[in-house]
Structures are given as structure tokens and as C-alpha cells.
């Protein structure tokens, strides 16, 4: 599985932005697909979990009830909608891939290149 993340820019607080991962490969609707952040100085930090049919979704504490996951396995992408951000959101966005339901980076078997996303106050 190849993937490819867009979407990130620079926004206001309170802002929205969708990023989207495009993936390349036959086994995509049989994986968990997740999305992580990086902020400068911080490790990598999970954001939230889809799994392989959609019908199991998981949020980090901190994006819940502004970020909403999806996946469309018609067209081999998975989206993350970002609502009411905040300057503390700010990060470099990946998605990944993985064939286990997990909150842990190392646990994936694929990753993005990453998009930046830039919340100003």
C-alpha cells in the first residue's frame, strides 16, 4: 500500500480544513487506516482510527467532536475533517495503514509523506 496525504494549509482558529490520503494498492479495503501528528519537538501522536468496513472509529481524547475520519474504499482514500481548530492542532498530519486496530505509530506498516497543517491564533 502506497499513500499520498493533501489537504494541510495554513488556517485561521476556529477554522476547517479536510485532508485526504490516496491510496495505491489492491489490499486497501482491508486495512485499518489511521492518522497521526507530529508537532515540532513532540513525538508522534495519534489522532484517530478507521477500520477496514467504517463501522469502528476511534478519536484521540483531543480531537473529539471536532474531527470527524472516513474512508471511501470505492475510490481508495480516507479523509480526516477538521473542524474548530486550534493553534495546538497545529502538526504535520500522516496517514498510515496497518492490519491492526491500534493507537500505536510503530504498529503500522504504512505511512504518508505528510501535510502540514497550520492553525494560527
Known amino acids: 500500500v502506497q499513500l499520498q496525504a493533501s489537504g494541510g494549509g495554513l488556517v485561521q482558529a476556529g477554522g476547517s480544513l479536510r485532508l485526504s490520503c490516496a491510496a495505491s494498492?489492491?489490499?486497501?479495503?482491508?486495512?485499518?487506516m489511521g492518522w497521526f501528528r507530529q508537532a515540532p519537538g513532540k513525538e508522534r501522536e495519534f489522532v484517530a482510527v478507521?477500520?477496514?468496513?467504517?463501522?469502528?472509529?476511534y478519536y484521540a481524547d483531543s480531537v473529539k467532536g471536532r474531527f470527524t475520519i472516513s474512508r471511501d474504499n470505492a475510490k481508495n482514500t480516507v479523509a480526516l475533517q477538521m473542524n474548530s481548530l486550534k493553534p495546538e492542532d497545529t502538526a504535520v498530519y500522516y496517514c498510515?495503514?496497518?492490519?491492526?486496530?491500534?493507537?500505536?505509530?510503530?504498529?503500522?506498516?504504512?505511512w504518508g509523506q505528510g501535510t502540514q497543517v497550520t492553525v494560527s491564533s
Open positions: 498510515a495503514a496497518g492490519f491492526r486496530w491500534t493507537v500505536v505509530a510503530s504498529a503500522y506498516d504504512y
Open positions: 494498492g489492491r489490499t486497501f479495503s482491508s486495512v485499518y
Open positions: 478507521i477500520s477496514w468496513s467504517g463501522g469502528s472509529i
